[in-house]
């Protein structure tokens, strides 16, 4: 088993930054790619960023292309999600997930999640 915990959600103004971070524990956490989704109220959740167990590869949707920045830590086995340049529609419930092995993009079949922490941006 992995445990996920994210934490750094919280409000911002529109055009204001947050640093999201993951914590791991339970595992290896160099063998697993790791991911940000997002689920806003009535949509379903959707992929923000990606990243390889090296944090060699990464991949954005083209909706924070430019704005976010996915990045890890293996020594303190931490995955982060630095935002800038919040938009309302960035508001959701953030998760991290671990997927075992090679990062792969166009998939939410992760093996672990976390519990979800909340964005909220204001205009």
């Known amino acids: 088993q992995v445990q996920l915990v994210e934490s750094g959600g919280g409000s911002s103004q529109a055009g204001g930054s947050l640093r999201l971070s993951c914590a791991a524990s339970?595992?290896?956490?160099?063998?697993?790619?790791m991911g940000w989704f997002r689920q806003a109220p009535g949509k379903e959740r959707e992929l923000v960023a990606t990243i390889s167990r090296s944090g060699g590869s990464t991949y954005y949707a083209d909706s924070v292309k430019g704005r976010f920045t996915i990045s890890r830590d293996n020594a303190k086995s931490t995955v982060y999600l630095q935002m800038n340049s919040l938009k309302p529609e960035d508001t959701a419930v953030y998760y991290c997930a671990a997927r075992y092995g090679i990062m792969v993009v166009f998939t939410k079949t992760y093996d672990f999640w976390g519990q979800g922490t909340q964005v909220t941006v204001s205009s």
């Open positions: 339970g595992r290896t956490f160099s063998d697993y790619a």
